[in-house]
């Protein structure tokens, strides 16, 4: 999304970590080698302002083509460190925007529905009026990543809630919020790590992952395998190990060619009601005036 909480003086988005998913942050990485320099953590957060640039946050509203709009791709929009007043500007342009669709990720659930709550008490909205083109979910990397975030996810009000299970770092159970009778989990998004010393994948986490969303009926999209896939003896895809996939497979690092995965692992569905293709809007991260780009095409 055209939208960036930027340090003082030069450009560059900035964030702090908060549980294992965020141990080999890309998105720390990029900041300090092309953005301030810096790296997220919590000393060098006292020295970033957060701002909304408006001609950015405009930008949605000057595209006329509908998109989905991913939120946010080198920060979290709930940082404690960014006010709820600009996370409202946010909110009200997603709300204008309405031939839009905006996804939001974090993995800071209980500042969501605490700001769910905050502005369910403002005069201009309340949760019956939340924009219908906001998509919200949360990173759960683990089981008990999993266990704390998803509850408070389910409890805050959104059109559409999903799920991003990447890195995917254990087994995890999602069946008691994917057959929740009430709230509903629209999507789970399943990854393996990459870049530099990412952790292994064992392929039958996704493959139990896989397997709790087709019972409960809930739509399945594995995003990649990661730099380090491996296969279990109780996994479909044994045999596969890292250096197999490495040597004959992968020669996506990422593990994110389709052709190069275990075939019943090739799955990547959409909930029915099909939008537009997901776009990451962001600001460059570089000393140069602000430039608005475009990421590749995630979905």
């Not at 998105?27 to 001609?55: C, M, Q, W």
């Not at 500042?111 to 949760?127: K, P, T």
């Not at 292994?200 to 409960?216: G, H, R, V, Y």
Request: glycine residues 6%; hydrophobic residues 40%.
């Amino acid at each position: 999304m055209a939208v960036d909480f930027s340090g003082k003086a030069i450009t560059g988005t900035f964030c702090t970590r908060i549980s294992p998913g965020c141990q080999h942050c890309y998105a720390s990485v990029i900041n300090k080698r092309f953005g301030t320099g810096l790296e997220y953590t919590v000393p060098n957060l006292a020295k970033h302002e957060f701002f909304i640039d408006e001609k950015i946050l405009a930008e949605p509203l000057n595209r006329k083509k509908p998109a989905r709009i991913f939120v946010g791709d080198m920060f979290d929009l709930f940082h404690e460190a960014i006010p709820f007043r600009l996370i409202k500007q946010v909110w009200d342009v997603a709300a204008e925007c309405d031939w839009h669709t905006f996804q939001v990720l974090t993995k800071r659930a209980q500042r969501m529905r605490e700001f769910s709550q905050w502005i369910a008490g403002d005069d201009h909205i309340s949760i019956a009026e939340r924009p219908r083109n906001l998509w919200l979910g949360v990173s759960a990397e683990d089981q008990k990543r999993a266990d704390e975030r998803i509850p408070l996810l389910l409890q805050t009000p959104a059109a559409m809630r999903f799920l991003s299970v990447e890195p995917q770092l254990e087994a995890i159970d999602l069946t008691p919020y994917l057959e929740d009778p009430v709230y509903e989990i629209s999507l789970v998004i399943c990854g393996g790590e990459s870049g530099p010393g990412a952790r292994p994948f064992n392929l039958a986490w996704a493959e139990s992952i896989l397997e709790q969303c087709k019972a409960a009926g809930v739509p399945f999209f594995m995003k990649q395998i990661g730099g380090r896939p491996y296969a279990s003896k109780d996994s479909p895809s044994f045999g596969y190990s890292t250096l197999v996939f490495r040597e004959h497979f992968m020669k996506d690092r990422k593990g994110g060619d389709p052709s190069e995965w275990p075939e019943h692992l090739r799955v990547r569905e959409f909930p029915q009601s099909q939008l537009p293709r997901l776009e990451v809007w962001a600001c460059k991260s570089n000393p140069s005036p602000r430039l608005l780009h475009k990421t590749k095409q995630l979905y």
